[in-house]
């Protein structure tokens, strides 16, 4: 079955507003997982990872919180817009440069002008 | 920035005929990766490359899939007798090292089988 899947699958946010997609994964032995971006007929764009032994990550405009606990990652990005528009998936990584990346069903973000 | 570039980007293809997708991964990348995506659902895990060899291969990727890195650059997917269901937007993906976590994702295929 699927390790990895999303809460919701359409997101409309405003232009301006912060969003957050959430992603929820059921291998408690994940150790590294990555948000990714794919634009209309592009391929998956890398946005930003996190790996077990963090809590919380941040790059530009873009942060990923993880909880173990629950199992559960998110994506917060801050002041949406209209070039985020795009479906964003989470996606899980076994360690190493060989692994495959498991993605998960995807979130399409609808940025509002 | 380098990117990997897959080639064609559409192909039209009568079912039964063979196919072969190309990519050129990032110069310099050890691991290599194709991917799928049927329309309007998640991106699937076909294969994993390194060294010539196959590393990994899912279900899907079954005896019509064949993979090959006929030279320094050129890394390509087979698929010896389409079915309707092999269409789909196919990824190649490479990775730069064993300790690298990030995978490169082309622009993709989309195959069209009729």
């Known amino acids: 079955g699927e390790s990895v899947g999303l809460h919701l699958p359409t997101l409309s946010v405003q232009e301006g507003d912060n969003s957050i997609i959430n992603c929820a994964y059921s291998n408690s032995a994940s150790d590294y997982f990555i948000w990714y971006k794919q634009e209309s007929g592009k391929g998956p764009q890398f946005i930003i990872d996190i790996r077990s032994n963090m809590d919380k990550r941040q790059g530009q405009r873009v942060t990923v919180l993880l909880n173990k606990t629950v199992k559960h990652l998110s994506l917060q990005i801050a002041a949406t817009q209209p070039g985020d528009s795009a479906v964003y998936f989470c996606a899980e990584k076994g360690s190493g440069g060989y692994q495959k990346v498991t993605f998960g069903t995807g979130t399409k973000l609808q940025v509002i002008p | 920035e380098p990117e990997v570039t897959q080639t064609p980007s559409h192909q039209v293809t009568q079912m039964g005929q063979e196919v072969i997708l190309r990519c050129v991964p990032i110069s310099n990348h050890l691991y290599f990766y194709w991917y799928r995506q049927i329309l309007g659902q998640k991106v699937e895990f076909l294969v994993s490359f390194y060294n010539n060899e196959i590393s990994e291969k899912s279900e899907i990727f079954d005896d019509q899939f064949s993979v090959e890195r006929p030279d320094g650059s050129n890394f390509t997917l087979k698929i010896r007798s389409t079915k309707l269901e092999d269409s789909a937007m196919y990824f190649c993906?490479?990775?730069?090292?064993?300790?690298?976590?990030?995978?490169?994702f082309g622009p993709g295929t989309r195959l069209l089988v009729l």
């Open positions: 993906a490479s990775t730069p090292e064993r300790v690298s976590e990030t995978q490169y």
